[in-house]
Structures are given as C-alpha cells and as structure tokens.
C-alpha cells in the first residue's frame, strides 16, 4: 500500500484551489466591458435592437473620443431581460451608471428606493437642456413633484399600421370605426391573410390594443382613476366593453393564428405584417425605423399605411387622444461614484441628442422629442410618417402613458399576466376586472 | 509466568485499544466541519431566511420591512397559488405516470446481451448531455409549424400552436420533460435489472412460467428498491423544474405551465413581491420534504446497514 | 444501496464490456423470446431521441435562406459553418471558460468535503456525527429554487454578486446531501476487516481514510463527480439571477441570451446549441463506459 499518497492529496488540494483563485480573480470587482460602479468608469444599460442600438452606439463613441476622460462604456440588453436584470442589478447596488427606463412607476419605485439621482436642481442649473425637450415629456419623469430622469429619445405612440399592397388586393380601406375592423376581419380571413399581426407572447403589445379601445370607449378618465387608486376603479363599464370587444375580435380570427406564442423582441410580429402575412399591426411607432431596416424595401417602397386607431361607436374617447412612450427616460443611479454622476450628466448634457443623433433617429423615422425639428422633419424622405406623429403627439388633448410603464411593477406584471389570459380567453372580462381591482394602489 | 506475561500485554493493548479508538471516533467528528459549514451556511441559513423574508415586505429594490402575516394571508387566498400547486402535482404525477413504465422497460431491455443494445444505449444517453435550455430552445425551433418537424415529416397534425394553447403547451413540457430525463432512469433501472440474479429465472423458466410472468413476478419485485430509488428521484426533482419550463413557455400561454417554482421567481423578480414569493417558496420545501418522509416510509429505508447478509 | 451496489459495478463493468458472464446469457435467452416488440420499441424510441438531435444539428448547417427555403429534414443543400462563426464570434468560448471554472470549482470541493464527512459519518460513532447525518438526509429534500431569493440577499450582502464564486458556493452546498448519502454507503459496504487491518498496522484515521476508503469508494466518487458536474455544467437560475455581467455567462443563460436576440437566426441558434453541448459530448465519447458504470453503479439499488 505504498502509494504516493500525498502527491495525490497535494494534487487533489492544487486541483480544488485552481478554480476558487480564478473565480477570486473574477470575482472582485466585475471585470470586462459593461462593468458597474467600481472603478470602470460610468457605465450604461440599453435596449438592443436596431436601429436605436446602432444610433447610441455611435452616441457613445463620439462622446467618449471628445471626452476621454469622461469614457461611458455600454452593454445591451434585450428588451424583456432588461426589465429583470436592471431590478436585479439595483437590488444588488450593482446597477449601471445611467439607468434607462420609460419613467411612470418604474422610476416612483427607484426613487423611493433612493437608487436614482434627484435631477431637478441640476435641470434648474441647466434651463436650456430643460426647454429643448417637448414640455410634457417631464410628466412621466417626476416622482413627488421632483425629477429624475433625463427624458430622451423619441416620442412613441401607438400606430395602426397597414399593408397597402394587401388592401389594394383586397379593394378596402383602412378602417376608421371599429365597425370597420370587424368587416375587414372577414375579408382579410376569407383572402388567407390574417387580419391583424400580434407579438401575443409579450403582452404589452396586446396591452396596447386595451389602451386605445379604452380611451376610446371611456374617454382617459377611467384610467386616470385606474392610475390614482380609486376602489374598484377597474369595474367601469368602459373596461368590461373593452374586454368584450378584445374576445369578440380574438374569436373572430382577428389575429394571426399562434399568436401567442409570437415575441415582439424577436421582430416577428413585424416580419409577419412586411411578408404579406397579416394585413394589419397595431404596434410602437418605433418599428417603422425597424421596419424600414429588416422589411426589404417595403418601407422605402410606400408600401406601409398608417392610420390613428380607429373610434367606437358611442365612444367618449376623443379620436385625437394619443397612447404610448412619450419619451424613453435616463436616470442617474445614486450609487454611483461622483466622478461616474459627473461623466453621466456630461453626457446628458452633451452627448445623447446631439443634432447627429437626431438626425439619425429622423433618418430611422421617429421624432425626437426636441423642439424646434419641423424642418427637419419636412426635409425627410419619411416625413409623411414623421409629421404623422408629431402632429399626434402635438395635438393630441390626452397622451396615455403605457400602463405597464404607469402603474407600479407589481400591477404592471399582474396586469400583464390578465391580459395574456383575456386574449386568451381563459378569463371573462369581469374576472378580468375584479382581479385588476385587487392591485389597486399597490 | 509466561502466562501473565502474555496475558498483561494484551490487556494493556486491549485497555489502550478502546482508549484509541475513542479517541479516533472523535477526531473523525472534526472531517464533517467543512461539508457542515458549506451546507449550514449556503443551503440551512438561506432555508432560515426564506422563513424569514415570508413575513417581510420588500421590492427587491429598496429596504426590507416587516409585514408580518399579510403575504400569507394574501398568497393563501390568491386563485394562483391552488393554479401552480395543481400544475405542480400534475405534472409530478402525469410524469411520473408517463416516464416509469417507459424507463422500466428500456432499462430492461438495455440490460439484454445482445450488441446492438449496448450500441442503442449509447445513443440513448444523448438528452442528458444537452442543458435545459438547450433542450427547450431545441424544441422551439423543432415544433415551428412552418420550418420544424411538421413541414420535415408532412403531418400537418404536428403544427399546432403547441406554445399558444393552454392544454397543448402542458402536454408539450411534459413530454419534452420526459425526452429529457428517461435516459437518467433508464440507466437506473437498466443497473437494477442487472443485479437481479439469474438463478431466479432460471428457476421460473424450468417452472414452466413465460417471459410475461417472469416479467410481473420476478423484474417487478425485485425492482422494487429500484423504483423507490427512481420515482423519489422523479417526484422530488419535479418539484423543481425551472429552467425548462422557464425557457420554453416561461409560465404560459396565460397560467396554463406556471409551476410553482416558476410562480415564485416571477412574484419575486418580476412583480416585486419578494415577500409572498418567499411565502411560495416555504411552500415548496413543506411539500418537498413532506414528499420525501413519505417515499422514505414507502421503501422502508430506515436500514442504515449494510445489506450483505442473505446473498 | 449497499454491497448489491459493488456487485452491481462489476456487473456493470463486464456488461459494457461485452462479457459473458451467465448472468448475460440468461438475462439474453430470456429477453430474446420478447424481441419483436421489445425491439421495436426500442428502435421507436430511438428514433424519439435520435430527431430532434438530427434536426438541430443539419439545421446549424444550413444558411437562413436554405432553413426557409428546404425541407426542415433535407440535409443542407450548401452546408456552412458560418453559423458557428456566427456563435464563436458571440462569446461563447468565454461562456464555456466560465462554466468549466464554476463546474470544477464546484464539483471538485463538494466531493472532497463530502468524502471526509461520509468518511465521518460511518466509521465514527456519536450523537454528533448522528445529528450530521441526519441534517444532510434531511437536506435531500430541500430544493435550490426554493431559496433562491435568500441565497439573492445573501451573495449581496457578502459583496459576492455577479461573480463566478456566488455561483460555486450554492452550488456546492446543495450537492452535499446526496454526495454524502451515496459516498457513506459505499463506505459502509467496506468490509471491518480491511479497517482493523489498516489500524493493526498502525495507521490513523486520517491515513486509513486516504489509503483504503479513498480507492475503494473510487467509482462512486466518479458518479457523484459526474452527477454534481452535470447539474451545475447546465445549471441556469443561479446564474440567472447572480450574473449580470455579459463576461460572466455561463452556457445555459449564454444560449437563452443568445437566442433571445437572434430568435430569428434559427440555425445560428441551432448552432449554439450544438456548440454548448460539444464538450459535454466529447468527454461522454472519451469516458463512456466510466460514466455509465458510475452512474448506474451509484444509483441502482
């Protein structure tokens, strides 16, 4: 029995200690590109996703060249990932430098959570940055009377879009009551073309048809009072039409079959609508640049309609009424080391709406949120579309903020998860309503 | 003389011999401090903690609070906890159902001499190799009516909305499920079949009795340890299914694949209620250990002995 | 599980190596006589297991063109590696460092703790090592999902988040329990005798349990490498909710990333299927028989 035991057990102890030295190596301080607070210098989350992916790519690049010291460095995230990583990263103090966000709840939580940067004394320091913006953008960015968030980007309503080709084919126009939607369901059906394309498996893209049809139906009190709190605020008749009308058009054929397992991150919903195998899509004004990128020329062609949602018999929404992003949001985390907070402001200040970058969110068809661009938009090879939203945005007497950007993310994902289940017709729309009310003023 | 001289040696040694091997038993107590540490520390303390966090409120975000009975009360009267749970044992019991006679069988049939089982076998094991996502993304891309197994093999019987109806999605993760985790219990039941002696059927062939009785009366009974072993393995590891189900349908369509293990981690990270998540997830351990005792009693495994004696 | 476990080994062993022991041929002529459904059966089920594999793997060989253009069945018309390119390009050997690195940083450990405390709990006596044995039984029953959300604080609290080790000592711990329960009855199933020999010839525990237990526990430390390896090789919560950074993936969230950014890409995502699961296959190729013997031999009773 004489074997080399202890060369055995010292090779046994080297083989256990490898790892674990690697793993320390890594573990301190997280290392590589993207990194958080803690020595990398600011850092940003983003949406991937053309062409917003590119655009802030090349925003970040030409600020870091004329800032060296002040280097941003950015990691991408997909859209759904996004909202449960960054929750994760706050709860762990690990979140990046600059936090991107669509304001509403979301940003209530952080805030009251102390995890973002108090901006309204630095937007008072810096009142030109303050009146470059569209004045209502800082609604969804204030928490408490104070702001925290750097509105940016665009502004995103809600858009029906249309398959000119398909409608030629098919002698119709696009609708303009919902009387309208329901007929051209069954000429669209009857062409084995579906009627509407429906990213069904993320929900907040069905949430966008409940939005519209409710301002439309009820007029945007109902979700004000939705959104303040007020007790079985979510039982209004103007609800449970909506409800009903949604199961009316899902048991039509309204949407494409397999709706529900179709994800708008993966670009499919838009893919089905440029393919010529839905003939409508009510989506994010976003997707036109994205459109215009992936649809081959569909874009560029003129092929893509776009109309405002269509009204409702009897409604007492105004059909001018808007629904969507006003604008994306930018916060600062407040974990961050003062060197990162300055980089960010500076980048604020300097390098996310540089006139480069909105002529680029111009040139992929989205209007920034930045007063002063009519000429701009004019100049456009897009301007038809562009001038679209930005007359919507402009005029609209009511713009809804998304619900599930609105409301806390505790409604938000309980809303969410009833709204998969009413298009799925598993719930009526009084179940609907009656689970709703319980996450009132939660 | 010689006598007590041989005889106060070995007493000596023999006093001295109990004296050591007292002593050795209990150093041996120290060698269990490293296991003990890393089990107390990272899986009884966090065990505490799910306790804990269940009377507590917190967004995951901000600070926690005390919440005291509330998440308890609000996830006991809550519509989708009895949702997960029912999930969650269905689909215990419809694999269990579905995954044991087919294990039991190919064990069997693994366990025969013949070459081109062995080779079989082989090709087997491949589902274990793949992680869950891999097995989950697999299947995606596999049952896509347009370009997957539908349009390859011309049934149009296969190009359901298998991930967009409720009933067919549940039908669709137990199977894949199943796909995945035969081969494991297969080479489980394949070794039992192994031990079974064969003077036993050899006895029942001069008996006269056919491979189908031989089957019922001598593989199944001796199996029995076999099948304990493997159906706790089943039950306790179904109470965990995560990743598969997370990747493949993530809960849905609407509730219809929201497990409870699933149920959890969106309260906790995606609704922000890490309290009643915590509440779900005392839940689990209950039933987990509660399944455990029971299947323990069932295969009466409280012999810690060896089992040499008999054979 | 017990001696019928060792015997059971060398059953193992011999049956994949082809012998014939008559234990082979009785099993053999018996079975022959249920060959036409049991064969087909087991050509059945091969062909469950083989397709989809196949499918995954001509997939990531075709263009996208060539996905939406050919059959789903048709072998790639103009097979390309481009797809694998594709997927090497996004990372993934760094993903497959990173999870080599928390496998054998968790596997390596478990087994060495679990060893000594298995080692502890059969040939030492007391109410201790009896409390011990008893709370690692119990922790058999305990899931990691169920805790994660402590396990989420704790690895905050202890400055450990996104980093390879949050994701080694969980990991670690909840492999104990079973690695504990199967290693202490293979120990059991030594004979006394072996011991009292090793400490008539003057050896202490701490030599005895290197020297003897060590050797002769050997294949199933090879089953519960491989086990444990298995399990955290394709674990996926952990790193889920303990990682953020991309340079910290491990395989399993590297691929569901992956794929949720180029769900469109199908062969590319196929490919990164297959380019995950590569070295899992190789070492299956190479150490076969050792893990099918391991496997069986830990686990059949």
Redesign the interface.
């Known amino acids: 029995m004489k074997q080399p035991q202890t060369s055995r057990r010292s090779f046994l102890a080297l083989a256990a200690l490898t790892p674990f030295a690697v793993a320390a190596t890594t573990a301190c301080g997280t290392s590589g590109p993207g990194a958080s607070s803690g020595g990398g210098g600011a850092s940003m989350w983003y949406l991937s996703g053309e062409p917003n992916q590119t655009t802030m790519q090349k925003a970040v690049d030409a600020f870091n060249s004329a800032n060296s010291s002040d280097k941003i460095s950015v990691t991408y995230f997909q859209n759904d990932a996004y909202?449960?990583k960054i929750?994760?990263a706050?709860?762990a103090n690990q979140a990046p430098t600059i936090i991107y966000g669509w304001g509403g709840g979301g940003l209530k939580?952080?805030a009251?959570?102390?995890?973002v940067e108090d901006l309204t004394g630095w937007f008072e320091q810096n009142p030109d940055l303050k009146k470059k913006f569209f004045p209502s953008v800082f609604g969804a960015a204030t928490v408490n009377g104070k702001i925290y968030a750097l509105p940016n980007q665009y502004v995103a309503p809600i858009v029906l879009f249309y398959n000119k080709e398909l409608f030629q084919k098919a002698g119709v126009q696009p609708p303009n009551t919902w009387d309208d939607v329901m007929s051209l369901v069954k000429t669209f059906n009857n062409m084995g073309v579906a009627p509407f394309s429906l990213g069904?498996?993320s929900r907040w893209t069905s949430m966008m048809w409940l939005e519209y049809l409710l301002d439309r139906i009820g007029g945007p009190d109902v979700f004000k009072a939705i959104f303040e709190g007020k007790p079985n605020a979510w039982s209004d008749p103007a609800v449970i039409e909506t409800g009903t009308k949604i199961q009316e058009l899902v048991s039509a054929d309204g949407f494409i079959?397999?709706?529900?397992?179709i994800t708008a991150d993966s670009q499919a919903d838009q893919a089905l609508l440029f393919s010529g195998k839905a003939a409508m899509m009510l989506h994010g004004s976003w997707t036109y640049g994205a459109m215009k990128k992936a649809g081959q020329n569909f874009v560029q062609s003129g092929k893509l309609g776009f109309v405002p949602f269509p009204t409702v018999a009897d409604g007492k929404g105004d059909p001018k009424n808007g629904v969507g992003n006003p604008a994306a949001y930018m916060s600062i985390s407040s974990k961050a080391s003062d060197k990162e907070k300055e980089s960010a402001k500076k980048f604020f200040k300097d390098g996310i709406l540089t006139d480069t970058v909105i002529n680029a969110y111009i040139n992929s068809g989205s209007v920034p949120i930045v007063n002063g661009i009519e000429d701009k938009l004019d100049k456009s090879e897009d301007k038809e579309f562009l001038n679209f939203v930005y007359n919507m945005a402009k005029n609209a007497p009511s713009f809804q903020q998304s619900w599930d950007q609105a409301l806390?993310?505790?409604a938000?994902?309980?809303l969410l998860?009833n709204i998969?289940?009413l298009f799925?017709k598993?719930i009526t729309p009084q179940q609907f309503a009656e689970n709703m009310n319980g996450t009132l003023g939660k | 003389m010689s006598n007590a001289v041989s005889t106060a040696p070995r007493a000596a040694a023999r006093v001295s011999d109990s004296k050591q091997t007292d002593q050795?038993?209990?150093?041996?107590?120290?060698?269990?401090v490293?296991?003990?540490f890393?089990?107390l520390?990272?899986?009884?303390?966090?065990?505490?903690?799910?306790l804990?966090?269940s009377f507590t409120s917190w967004?995951?975000?901000?600070?926690i609070g005390a919440a005291g009975l509330d998440n308890w009360f609000s996830v006991l009267a809550d519509p989708g906890l009895y949702n997960a749970l029912g999930l969650t044992f269905l689909i215990m019991i419809v694999s269990w159902l579905v995954q044991t006679p087919?294990s039991l069988?190919?064990g069997?049939?693994?366990?025969?001499?013949?070459?081109y089982?062995?080779a079989?076998?082989?090709?087997?094991?491949?589902?274990?190799?793949?992680?869950?996502?891999?097995v989950a993304?697999?299947?995606k891309?596999?049952l896509?009516?347009n370009?997957?197994?539908a349009?390859?093999?011309g049934l149009p019987f296969l190009a359901q909305?298998?991930?967009?109806?409720?009933q067919l999605a549940l039908g669709l993760v137990i199977f894949v499920i199943a796909?995945q985790f035969v081969?494991?219990h297969t080479?489980?039941?394949?070794?039992?079949?192994?031990?079974?002696?064969?003077s036993l059927?050899?006895a029942a062939?001069i008996d006269g009795a056919g491979?189908i009785k031989?089957f019922f009366h001598i593989t199944l009974p001796q199996l029995k340890?076999?099948i304990?072993?493997?159906s706790t393995?089943m039950v306790?590891g179904s109470?965990?299914y995560?990743?598969l189900i997370?990747?493949l349908t993530?809960g849905?369509?609407?509730?219809?694949t929201r497990i409870l293990?699933l149920d959890?981690?969106?309260r906790?990270?995606?609704?922000?209620?890490?309290g009643p998540?915590?509440v779900i997830?005392?839940i689990?351990?209950i039933i987990?250990?509660a399944?455990?005792?029971f299947l323990q009693r069932l295969g009466g495994k409280d012999k810690?002995?060896?089992?040499?004696e008999g054979? | 599980?017990?001696?019928?476990l060792k015997?059971?080994i060398q059953?193992?062993g011999t049956?994949?190596r082809?012998g014939?022991t008559?234990?082979?041929?009785?099993?053999?002529s018996?079975?022959?006589?249920?060959n036409i459904p049991?064969g087909l059966?087991?050509w059945i089920?091969?062909a469950?297991?083989?397709?989809?594999?196949y499918?995954?793997v001509i997939?990531s060989l075709k263009t996208q063109a060539g996905?939406?253009g050919q059959?789903?069945?048709?072998l790639p018309t103009s097979p390309t590696l481009e797809n694998y390119q594709m997927v090497l390009e996004a990372d993934f050997a760094t993903y497959f460092m990173n999870s080599a690195i928390v496998t054998l940083g968790s596997v390596i450990?478990t087994v060495?703790?679990?060893f000594?405390?298995s080692?502890?709990?059969v040939?030492?006596?007391?109410r201790?090592?009896k409390l011990?044995n008893g709370?690692?039984l119990?922790?058999?029953?305990?899931?990691?999902?169920?805790?994660?959300?402590?396990?989420y604080?704790?690895i905050i609290r202890l400055n450990l988040y996104d980093s390879l080790l949050a994701l080694m000592?969980?990991s670690?711990?909840?492999a104990?329990?079973l690695t504990?329960l199967i290693l202490s009855n293979f120990i059991?199933?030594v004979p006394n005798e072996l011991f009292e020999s090793m400490r008539l010839d003057g050896c202490?525990?701490w030599q005895t349990?290197w020297r003897l237990a060590l050797p002769l526990t050997r294949p199933a430390i090879v089953t519960v490498a491989i086990y444990n390896g298995?399990h955290v090789?394709?674990?996926?919560?952990l790193p889920l909710?303990l990682t953020q950074s991309p340079g910290l993936r491990v395989?399993?969230?590297g691929?569901?990333t992956f794929?949720g950014e180029f769900s469109v890409n199908?062969p590319a995502?196929?490919a990164s299927?297959v380019l995950?699961?590569l070295p899992?296959?190789v070492l299956?190729v190479i150490g076969?028989r050792q893990l099918?013997a391991g496997?069986?031999?830990g686990?059949?009773?």
Do not use: H
Not at chain 2, 59 to 63: N, Q, Y
Not at chain 3, 1 to 4: G, H, P, Q, W
């Open positions: 909202k449960t929750k994760t706050l709860g939580t952080y009251e959570a102390n995890q069904g498996q079959k397999g709706f529900s397992s806390s993310p505790t938000a994902e309980a998860n998969d289940q799925l598993s | 050795r038993k209990a150093a041996l107590a120290w060698l269990t490293p296991a003990l890393f089990f520390v990272f899986a009884v303390i966090p065990l505490a903690g799910v804990i966090l967004d995951g975000i901000g600070a087919i069988l190919l069997v049939f693994t366990a025969g001499s013949q070459r089982r062995a079989l076998a082989v090709l087997y094991f491949l589902p274990l190799l793949l992680s869950s996502a891999a993304i697999a299947f891309a596999l896509d009516p370009f997957g197994l349009t390859g093999l909305d298998w991930l967009g109806v409720p796909w081969p494991f080479l489980i039941y394949q070794g039992g079949v192994r031990q079974i002696p064969k059927y050899e062939q491979t031989q340890y076999t304990i072993t493997s393995l306790v109470l965990t995560f990743d997370f990747v993530g849905g369509p609407g509730n219809s293990a959890m981690y969106l906790g990270f995606r609704a922000n209620l890490m998540a915590s997830a005392v689990l351990v987990g250990l399944l455990a005792l810690q002995g060896s089992q040499l054979l | 599980m017990s001696t019928v015997s059971n059953e193992a049956g994949l082809g014939t008559a234990a082979k041929r009785g099993l053999g018996r079975l022959r006589r249920l049991g059966g087991g089920w091969l469950i297991i083989i397709l989809p594999v499918y995954v997939t996905y939406f059959n789903p069945l048709a450990p060495l703790v679990s000594m405390a080692f502890a709990i040939r030492g006596s007391g201790f090592l011990v709370v690692f119990m922790g058999l029953a305990i899931p990691l999902q169920a805790t994660i959300i402590p396990i604080l704790m000592l969980p670690i711990a909840f104990i329990p504990v059991r199933d202490s525990e349990m298995l090789w394709n674990g996926f919560l909710v395989l399993p969230l691929l569901w794929q199908i995502v196929l299927v995950s699961t899992i296959l299956y076969r099918l496997l069986t031999a686990f059949s009773k």
